[in-house]
């Protein structure tokens, strides 16, 4: 089908066009357009504009605004929100203010959230809290119902991503963002999408051998390994049920029992100002990474690096040679901006 | 050498004659002394009273106690102390207190330690901070120089252990005590002392090559992997930098870098009360774990336990049957008991 390349600042246009097209509220629309474009920058192709058609029918059948939100519990230094089916990007990027706010005057600022629809990439969100001068998290209980526990290979657990954030001296912060899972959910359909095996490793089956094939995954019967796999799995198991069971009754979302689970997420804002200087916490954690980063690599690594910056090398490059667009995703951007009355922009034939 | 069996109580009475002769505060030889023994009945033999020979001299030589610390900085929040070269393992015991003190208060409690001796087993601990109702995590920046980054095998970062515990309905809490590399150090000294070779997937050499041979451990001139191992290894490396960004600057003892790396502890208590009602947080985590653990085993495997059950079978077993002492162990005890004038008590021969 071949492949356009399609610059950000059209991508986001487009996005934010069709989005408001839909009725939303333009902040919304902005909200929304802009977490998408800024995943493809980052290079998470995954959590991109492919989001545009499924989003905007979403968006023209129903939208609940953050307006619609009722606080659930709140003081000094929380706040638990039941999103009552907002905007799950709309919700999270509110909700870091909101952190921000109750961290600037307790130390700690916690946002617990339920019931919101998808919350896109979670690494987008908490170098927000970082610009702020903060410690930012942001945590999920879900993801997808296909972790095995350790020494099992039935799905029991989701990928419990986590994000994290810490502000740096120049430039975006240092950035974490990773599943309890040896690889993400994303990562495994784009195999399978591409018609490539499985690399051992990823996926067993009930005698605890790797499985290679994709079928499994597709129709249940094989479990993802949690982080540290046969040998170490405890671990990712472990950390897997740390997330439960702090984001899931927090936010009053509740903890996964199969397809009963709770899905909550975790807003958290930790105000570096109340522990340390700015100056000196930034001094330590460049130190760190400097140190760090100076590793021989071994052969055939270009670099060893720090958390985040990978995503703002792509970030850099993307920004200046555009960003290569599959040309089936064009199509069905253009249908829905059709259907809303949006005209196409014009940009190169694919190649 | 033979093994000794001997009942938990005669182990703690006597690690408590040892410590009290040395001529510390009597409250500090039983914390110490009943860490050491609780991480025994833990199974966590590499934490425990092979210690007390060690701690005693040291105790016997010098001895700073808690009343020594310096409040750095406080407020509703968070306190961060300068222990002065207190004891690390009675510091973070009398942290416990101070955190779950200020959590009640203010929902978040923060105590950060640095200038503190050995701490001993971090999964002791947190689960005293649940026994109050609360969620509690001790993460320590530190462990010794011998993490690897991911895609490198110089040395440059330490197994940054961290420990987190939740409350259940009865009996001791969840608890999840691990490092961020593949193995903690403890078990790969255990494997060199045995003479036995390291399993592939621990160690890697400047190619990038799995080494079984442990002589380059002791040099230093091989790397431990981060949690992930080759594939995922930027996992683990990640979650090390995390601990180091957050524990480091936060509890003023800075990141590593090298030897001149910084080595601090942050305990955290957090209040559930102030979320949601106790009782719903249990029937959450234990909903979790029952729906976890109800996971059919692979084959070879015995069941899948929640964080925390290994142990607890465990400390049943030996309550019962005692606890084997390498006779090894037991003369160098006897050693230091002798010289601080204390008897050995009578127990069976080694066998």
């Known amino acids: 089908m071949g492949i356009r390349l399609v610059q950000q600042d059209i991508l986001r246009q487009l996005s934010f066009d069709i989005f408001a097209a839909t009725g939303i509220p333009e902040d919304d629309a902005r909200i929304v357009s802009d977490h998408l474009v800024n995943s493809l920058l980052a290079g998470h192709d995954s959590h991109g504009v492919w989001f545009v058609p499924g989003y905007a029918r979403a968006m023209k059948k129903a939208y609940v605004t953050w307006d619609e939100r009722q606080v659930v519990r709140e003081n000094a230094s929380l706040v638990i929100i039941d999103g009552k089916g ?17 961290a600037r005057n307790s130390t700690f600022g916690f946002v617990g959230l339920r019931n919101v629809s998808h919350i896109g990439r979670l ?53 974490l ?46 479990g993802v390994l949690p982080l540290g796999g046969l040998q170490f799995g405890h671990k990712g198991h472990g950390l897997a049920m740390m997330v439960e069971m702090l984001v ?16 909550g997420i975790m807003v958290l804002a930790i105000d570096i100002e109340s522990f340390t200087d700015l100056d000196t916490y930034v001094e330590e954690v460049e130190g760190l990474a400097s140190w760090v980063c100076s590793a021989r690599p071994l052969p055939g ?40 009355g949006v005209a196409l922009p014009a940009v190169e034939s694919p190649y």
Chains 1, 2 share one sequence.
């Not at 907002?86 to 109750?102: H, Q």
């Not at 005698?207 to 094989?222: F, I, L, P």
């Not at 200046?320 to 253009?334: K, R």
């Open 177 to 222: 963002d990773m599943t309890m899972t040896v690889v993400a959910g994303g990562k495994i359909e784009q195999k399978i999408v591409r018609g490539e095996p499985l690399p051992e490793g990823w996926v067993i089956d009930q005698e605890g051998n790797y499985v290679t094939d994709g079928e499994g995954y597709r129709d249940q019967s094989t």
């Open 248 to 263: 899931g009754p927090l936010s009053h979302a509740g903890c996964t029992k199969g397809n009963r689970g709770g899905n």
């Open 86 to 102: 907002a905007n799950g990007i709309v919700a999270v990027t509110r909700a870091l203010d909101l952190a921000v706010e109750k």
């Open 123 to 175: 690494g987008d969100y908490p170098p927000r809290i970082a610009r702020d001068g903060m410690i930012g998290m942001v945590w999920l209980n879900g993801g997808g119902l296909f972790m095995a526990p350790h020494g099992s290979a039935d799905r029991r657990l989701r990928p419990e991503p986590i994000a994290f954030a810490a502000p740096r001296r120049e430039g975006p912060p240092f950035m």
């Open 301 to 340: 690594v270009n670099k060893v690096y720090a958390p985040g910056e990978i995503e703002e090398e792509t970030r850099q490059r993307r920004l200046v040679e555009g960003i290569e667009i599959p040309e089936a995703t064009w199509q069905q951007i253009g249908e829905v901006a059709s259907e809303l």
